[in-house]
C-alpha cells in the first residue's frame, strides 16, 4: 500500500521544469528525498500538498485525489522555514491551528512544548532557526497525522537536537506506523533513518530504491588509474580520476571485480557518494 503516488507528473516553470516523473511513496516507512539545491525537491512537494498546480499527469494521496480536503487532516508538514506570523506566540497560534483539526492531542502538544523546550508566550519572531524548526515540528506532530512531509528539517538544527529528532522519527515509525516523507540536503540522517531513497535531479526523477538494495548493489570503487581505459570506464555510474587514480560508482556485483585483486579497494557506498558520483560524471 503507498501513502502517495504520482504518475507521469510534469511543472512548467519559467526557468525550470519538472519532467513526467513517477514515483511512490510506501506506507509506514521513512522515504528520503534527495538531490542538489535546485533539483525540483521544494515544487515536488508544493505539487503534492497542493499548493502548487501542475500542468500534466495525477497525484494520490491515500488513494484519493490529493485535492481531497478530508486529507489535509491525515498530514503533518514541517517546513524548513515557519510558515507563521511572527508577533504571534505558540499560544496564539494554537488557539488557531488547534481547531482546524479533529485529531488535536492537547496531552500530546503539551509533552511536545516540554520535550522540545520551546517558550509558549515569547514571539516567534524572536527564535532562533532551530527553535522556529521545534514550532513546525510542534504543530505538525500535535494533531496526529498519519502522513508526515519535512523539508529540510535538520537544517540549521544543533547536532544534539538532530540526533534527537532523528531518534523521534525512529520512534513514531515504530509506535505509531506513521508514514514520513524527509526532503533534505544532510544524506548522512538518511544513512541513519531511511527506508526507501528517491533521487531527483534536475526535475527528473534518477531512481527509487530501498536502503537494503543501495547496501547491495551500490558500492566505491577505488584504484590506480593505469586500470582505467574506455572498456572499464564503462562500467561505473560516476568517476572521478586524478594522476594517481580513480574514485567511481559501482552499480552491480562487486565480485566483478575481484580478478584485479589488491589493486582495487571496493567500499559500500552512502548517499551522499551516490548523489556526488550521479550528478558528477564525467565521460
Known amino acids: 500500500m503507498n501513502t502517495v503516488e504520482f504518475h507521469h ?42 499548493i ?15 485535492q481531497d480536503s478530508s ?6 508538514f ?8 511572527e508577533d504571534f506566540t505558540i499560544k496564539n497560534m ?8 479533529e485529531s488535536w492531542n492537547e496531552e500530546l502538544f503539551q509533552q511536545y512544548v516540554k520535550k522540545f523546550e520551546l517558550p509558549t508566550r515569547k514571539k516567534i519572531k ?9 514550532t513546525s515540528l510542534l504543530f505538525a506532530l500535535s494533531h496526529e497525522p498519519e502522513f508526515i512531509v519535512m523539508d529540510e528539517p535538520t537544517a540549521g538544527l544543533d547536532p544534539v537536537f538532530r540526533r534527537e529528532l532523528l531518534d523521534l522519527l525512529q520512534e513514531l515509525m515504530v509506535k505509531e506506523n506513521q508514514t514520513i516523507f524527509f526532503s533534505t540536503h544532510i544524506t ?26 543501495i547496501k547491495e548493489n551500490f558500492h566505491i570503487v577505488k584504484g590506480k588509474t593505469e586500470l582505467i581505459d574506455a572498456d572499464t570506464k564503462e562500467l561505473f555510474t560516476g568517476i572521478k580520476q586524478s594522476e594517481v587514480g580513480f574514485t567511481a560508482l ?34
Open 71 to 76: 486529507i489535509k487532516q491525515k498530514i503533518g
Open 126 to 134: 524572536k527564535f532562533s532557526k532551530g527553535m522556529k524548526m521545534k
Open 9 to 50: 507528473v510534469t511543472k512548467n516553470r519559467k526557468d525550470f521544469s519538472i519532467e513526467n516523473i513517477s514515483f511512490t511513496i510506501p506506507r509506514g516507512y521513512i522515504t528520503g528525498f534527495i538531490g542538489p539545491n535546485g533539483s525540483g525537491k521544494t515544487t515536488t512537494i508544493q505539487m503534492m500538498m497542493d
Open 250 to 283: 559501482f552499480e552491480g556485483d562487486p565480485a566483478l571485480f575481484k580478478p584485479f585483486g589488491e589493486s582495487v579497494v571496493i567500499e559500500p557506498a552512502s548517499i551522499e557518494d551516490i548523489m556526488y558520483f550521479m550528478t558528477r560524471k564525467e565521460n
Open 94 to 101: 494554537k488557539s488557531f491551528i488547534a481547531p482546524l483539526y
Open 52 to 66: 502548487l498546480q501542475f500542468d500534466e499527469g495525477n497525484i494520490k494521496l491515500f488513494g484519493a485525489s490529493h
Open 78 to 85: 514541517v517546513y524548513d522555514e515557519l510558515y507563521m506570523y
Open 188 to 213: 548522512t540522517d538518511l544513512d541513519r533513518i531511511a527506508d526507501y531513497i528517491i533521487f531527483i535531479d534536475k526535475g527528473k526523477i534518477l531512481f527509487q530504491n530501498s536502503m537494503e538494495d
